[in-house]
């Protein structure tokens, strides 16, 4: 639910108005981070960019999820390009380096998982934490659920998510098995 | 009825049909890793060969079966036409039930026979793909090397067409085999995705045909003495039945059991949008 001032941004501002208030002769105005207010996607990211410019950039992964709230209400194919174009804005402006824009994109638009991820071999480095790599995938898959079906509505790609996971466990199962054998 | 040694049994000879499937299958994956030229080889020509030799392993269990459970079937329903359910002392039934003991330790002993075959042969084929998965996707790929071959190495992230089977089904084995046939013999375009996929599911598979193997003989004496007791009485356990039943449905299918086998995916990919991010 997007709200014009997100309680969770309240919160974080109180010690904030605390200090101001304290501080009687200082003239900074009190910030309030409001969340995007519009429903069109596109206003909505621009609402977005200009609170984060006006010093509300900490709460980027609230902004985020507000804005992908948003594009639920409005599922189409161009909406990846909006969020790829606003992950490369976040980038650009340094609130987020480019490898953690990556992670945020492929988290939710792209088939491949993020959590599967790592530049050793699979005998060495995914088959000792095989459970916790799988549970990562299953939340995952719940993100890509949300970016590329509900925010994109590329069913196809979806599915071959899903699948992709279902594979992995089961290539992961074997392969694991083999390696222990190995041992 | 968990541990019932003819559940083993059944499960058994599941494999062994299954098993028989991989004659072509052997062909086809070498026809097809030559034609490919493979990135990563699964099924070089050892483990093609040690496939082949458990499938003619496989297929003699698998006539020795038909034959017994034909005639287990015959006998079975003499019995019951005969009304020899619950009739006791009557010569006639007396007569059938031990028929149909002879028959049940027949099959008994038929699967004895072959399951030391078959174990080696099953050891075999799981010993040579465990070297080759730990290889080629243990050792040489990373975790994203795997995810990008199960895809497909697609550098536009399209999906493939061809249908591929999900990993651990609830199919029959043998049934989810004849489908690996299929897909490799009738996909051209295939790849190493679904050679992966394929290897894991058919090691999995073997590991677990290799248990059950172990456990039948372990249980084999046991049943033949069981089996011998019963037929000294000339009865017909509700336990023996209910075993023939399940090597019936796994070797010649079970018609309520739905495939779970996954359609191709859509493939609407045409003009999707790829962001510079994407990885």
Known sequence: ?????????????????????????????????????????EVAIGQAKTAMREGCATYFDDYFADLMHIAEGDPKPENKRAFSDFLMWASD????????????????????????MGDYNNCSSTCPRR??????????????????????????GYYRADRLLQEAELVLAATCSACEQGT | MRNSPW???????????????????ATSLEAR??????????????????????????QEMETGLQDVISRLDQQQELFLQSKC????????????????????????????????????????????????????????????????????NRPDGTAKVEPRLRGRSGLRLSERFRQYHDLVAHNAGGS?????????????DMSEASDLIARTQQEISRATLMGQLNQSFGLITPEMQQVVSGVKSILFGDPDAAAVVAGPPVDDDDGVYRSPLEM
């Not at chain 1, 916790?132 to 509505?153: C, F, N, Y």
């Not at chain 2, 030559?34 to 060969?49: H, K, Q």
Request: net charge negative; aromatic share 6%; with cysteine.
């Open chain 2, 192 to 204: 190493d995705d679904s050679l992966a996929v394929v290897a894991a599911d058919i090691y999995l």
């Open chain 1, 1 to 41: 639910m997007i709200t014009k001032l997100r309680f969770s941004a309240l919160l974080k501002l109180l010690p904030v108005a605390a200090v101001l208030t304290l501080g009687a002769c200082t003239s900074t105005p009190d910030l309030v981070c409001n969340g995007p207010s519009s429903n069109n996607i």
């Open chain 2, 33 to 58: 890793a030559a034609a490919d030229g493979p990135t990563i080889r699964l099924f070089p020509t050892t483990v093609i060969e040690d496939i082949r030799q458990t499938g003619f392993v496989a």
């Open chain 2, 7 to 25: 559940r083993q049994y059944a499960a058994n000879a599941g494999g062994a049909l299954a098993l028989a499937a991989f004659l072509s299958l």
């Open chain 2, 85 to 152: 359910d619950g009739a006791e002392n009557d010569p006639g039934c007396d007569q059938i039930a031990r028929q149909l003991g002879d028959t049940y330790m027949e099959m008994l002993t038929v699967m004895g026979d072959l399951l030391p075959d078959m174990e080696h042969a099953v050891n075999g084929t799981r010993a040579s793909l465990e070297k080759r998965l730990r290889t080629e996707i243990g050792n040489k790929m990373s975790p994203w090397t795997m995810q990008e071959t199960l895809l497909g």
């Open chain 1, 93 to 116: 402006e340094g609130i987020l380096n480019k490898r953690q824009a990556q992670t945020w994109y492929n988290r939710y638009f792209a088939v491949k998982f993020v959590s599967l």
């Open chain 1, 131 to 156: 459970d916790d790599v799988m549970a990562r995938m299953e939340i995952e898959l719940k993100h890509k659920e949300q970016g590329l079906m509900r925010v994109s509505g590329d069913k196809s």
